[in-house]
């Protein structure tokens, strides 16, 4: 069953739309009523946990400022500077934490006249190991009060802290930063007190637990410089966290690492619509499961019972609803019965058209060979101008009625898909050649000028079919003549290449009678003309541009008319066409065609065929003999030898082809002579039949002997495979 569209296919695709909708709606809904406070949500958690990160990272450092003060206390205590080593040394042996060192740092001068720098600076290992240090006390280092954390305190107010920008620690290479506040001595400015805070384990931290929960963190300090950052990536609509924390105005920015904020809601969306919508598909598919059972398979059961009785018959199902497809059933059926009686009126109608064009072909061919060929004998006798005037008028009118048969049998073969087409090379100043030599005379009786135009080269070869172009060009040109009784006609050729393929163009114009805009497409169909009057006036079947119009198509041509009424018509057509190298062929010349000597067998049932077969062949030499049937054609070809057999097809007892059969089963010099089908049917498979047969070639009724003539020099060799000696004569 060849359905294209399956009514099966669309309600699967209908309810494919339709579960799509629903669910891109559920989506687009779930969405607008979840999303909002889950974004929320979603923000306040992350916000959460960058407030986290700030206390983790505020708290250390908070507790490095307890231990500031106490050095400040320490500087602050009027004491001799041995007693505040001893105590700060005891404070960092006790402390733990981030603070890594600290220290007093006096007003130079202030401890001894003579030396500038005496600062009590501890550090404190890796290992618990408290050290002093008194490289900052060498003046060469150009002092301690110069440094920024140090100036940025002097004179401040009690409690003052200041913190320095984070830096790289000389020694231990670790993030550090200091934070130093002033101490005074009976009111008076004494001096600095710091700690140096160590930043690797609050790095440590960040990078834990961004790695943990999948963060993206960036942490400032309070002059803007980064002090670690970690897989922090800005992205479009992506949420930043952001906060500023303690004293030291440090800032911390959280982003979601892996996944945004969004993403998260539309997962959370992903999870409401996925209890939701196999819900609501389950009650689809309910739904359909319903239609399937009660519309689609019935229909679809019925469409399977009408290709099962693509050859006739009712569709026979068992429906018991009296509904909708009850009635379609049993109005199927009537038409059926109708259509069927009708088919067999149909096939009646075509084969009887069939066998009419056979016999029409076969019937008019074979008195017109009659016509035709004593038309020709009578050529060859002593006539005075007036009676081969007349003989002339005979032969014209016999040619024009050949052409309106061959226009309607051309026609059928077209219709009914018989008409084959040849590619071989062809020369296109041949085709150039035979409409110069036609209707420049014509154009001249009727005083018309006729033009032929080329661009395209001489020596051009095409590998085309050359006779049905011909046919086309014939067609037009017998139109624009036809039409045309005063100006010109007109023929061009152009050659295209679009695309790397060679296009052959075709314009036939004229100055006649024109086409009127509503009667143009009209021209292209069978047995129609412009008008009705046109027939009355200039003849014709109609046939003519119906026949080029398919094999246009046929061709794979295209055809465009363009004509104004009283101005004339002009028909372009385009073909796809192959170029070739030229092909010659050496060609025997016999001037003499004298073929004494040789004995012909003529098989034909019509007398006057065999009388105008018999002169054509003895005007030639030939010694005849003639027969009425096949029968007696193998019999003659039995007891007598024979060079040439012109053996026709329809006759009674035994046809052409039985005959031919029979005769190329004899003994082997007998099977091989040289065998002509004579033959007024021109449909294929007849002349196919023929050349199974075993005929050698086919010649049609009515017979032209000039086509006799040169169909028996190619057959030269095999026409005297019998008599050699007299072939080397005529050389």
């Not at 006779?467 to 100006?487: D, E, H, M, W, Y």
């Not at 170029?579 to 065609?593: C, G, L, N, Q």
Request: net charge negative.
């Amino acid at each position: 069953m060849d359905i294209r569209s399956s009514l099966k296919k669309k309600s699967i695709f209908a309810l494919a739309i339709y579960l799509a909708m629903a669910v891109s709606l559920i989506g687009t809904v779930s969405y607008l009523v979840v999303e909002p406070p889950t974004r929320t949500q979603l923000e306040k958690n992350l916000d959460a946990r960058t407030e986290l990160i700030s206390t983790e990272i505020r708290e250390p450092i908070n507790g490095s400022l307890g231990i500031l003060q106490s050095v400040v206390s320490i500087g602050s205590i009027d004491e001799p500077q041995e007693r505040q080593a001893i105590m700060l040394a005891s404070l960092f042996g006790l402390i733990d934490g981030v603070t890594v060192s600290g220290g007093l740092w006096p007003v130079p001068y202030t401890i001894s006249d003579t030396v500038p720098f005496q600062s009590i600076f501890f550090n404190r290992a890796a290992d618990g190991a408290v050290d002093r240090v008194y490289s900052w006390d060498n003046p060469a280092s150009g002092g301690y009060d110069k440094e920024a954390w140090y100036t940025s305190v002097i004179d401040a107010p009690v409690g003052t802290v200041s913190w320095s920008s984070v830096y790289i620690d000389p020694f231990t290479h670790v993030q550090m930063i200091t934070a130093s506040s002033p101490y005074y001595v009976n009111d008076r400015f004494a001096g600095v007190a710091t700690v140096d805070i160590s930043l690797e384990s609050l790095v440590a931290f960040v990078r834990v637990h961004a790695e943990q929960h999948d963060l993206g963190v960036i942490l400032r300090d309070g002059y803007g410089d980064v002090i670690t950052e970690h897989n922090f990536q800005l992205v479009e609509d992506i949420y930043i966290s952001k906060n500023q924390f303690g004293d030291f105005n440090w800032t911390v920015d959280v982003v979601n690492a892996k996944r945004l904020v969004k993403e998260q809601v539309y997962d959370l969306v992903l999870n409401v619509e996925a209890v939701i919508v196999p819900i609501m598909l389950a009650c689809v598919m309910l739904g359909y499961m319903l239609i399937n059972r009660f519309l689609i398979s019935p229909i679809i059961v019925i469409a399977r019972r009408v290709d099962e009785t693509m050859e006739g018959g009712e569709i026979k199902v068992r429906y018991q609803s009296e509904d909708e497809i009850k009635y379609l059933i049993d109005s199927f059926n009537q038409k059926t019965v109708f259509l069927e009686e009708e088919k067999v009126k149909a096939q009646a109608s075509t084969k009887a058209k069939s066998a009419f064009l056979a016999v029409l072909s076969h019937e008019i061919r074979t008195p017109m060979n009659g016509v035709l060929g004593t038309a020709q004998i009578l050529q060859k006798t002593e006539m005075t101008d007036e009676q081969r005037k007349y003989l002339k008028t005979l032969i014209d009118s016999g040619e024009h009625m050949m052409t309106l048969l061959n226009e309607i049998l051309d026609f059928s073969k077209v219709e009914q898909g018989h008409l084959e087409l040849e590619h071989k090379p062809f020369p296109l100043e041949s085709v150039l050649g035979s409409i110069n030599s036609v209707y420049n005379t014509l154009c001249c009786e009727k005083g018309l000028q006729f033009k032929v135009y080329s661009d395209v080269p001489i020596e051009r070869w095409y590998r085309f079919d050359k006779a049905r172009l011909r046919q086309i060009l014939f067609n037009l040109l017998n139109n624009a003549v036809k039409f045309t009784s005063r100006g010109y006609v007109e023929v061009s050729f152009t050659e295209e290449i679009i695309d790397d393929q060679t296009y052959l163009r075709l314009r036939v114009r004229d100055t006649g009678i024109g086409i009127p805009k509503e009667a143009r497409e009209k021209v292209f169909k069978p047995f129609e003309q412009a008008e009705s009057s046109t027939t009355r006036r200039f003849g014709g079947t109609g046939l003519g541009l119906a026949i080029v119009n398919q094999l246009c198509e046929l061709m794979g041509g295209k055809i465009q008319l363009t004509s104004e009424v009283g101005i004339g018509s002009c028909f372009e057509i385009s073909f796809a066409v192959e170029i070739s190298e030229p092909v010659f062929t050496e060609m025997a010349m016999h001037h003499k065609h004298d073929y004494n000597g040789l004995n012909a067998l003529i098989v034909e049932d019509n007398r006057t065929n065999a009388i105008i077969l018999n002169t054509f062949l003895k005007n030639k030499g030939f010694a005849c003999d003639c027969v009425e049937n096949g029968e007696l054609a193998v019999k003659a070809a039995i007891s007598q030898d024979y060079d040439l057999i012109l053996m026709d097809n329809h006759m009674p007892v035994m046809d052409g082809a039985e005959a031919t059969t029979a005769i190329r089963k004899l003994a082997k010099n007998k099977a091989g002579m040289l065998i002509f089908g004579c033959t007024a049917d021109v449909f294929q498979d007849t002349r196919e039949r023929m050349i199974d047969a075993g005929v050698d070639h086919i010649i049609s009724k009515p017979i032209d002997e000039t086509e006799l003539d040169d169909v028996l020099i190619n057959y030269t060799e095999k026409l005297y495979q019998f008599k050699p000696d007299l072939l080397a004569n005529l050389q």
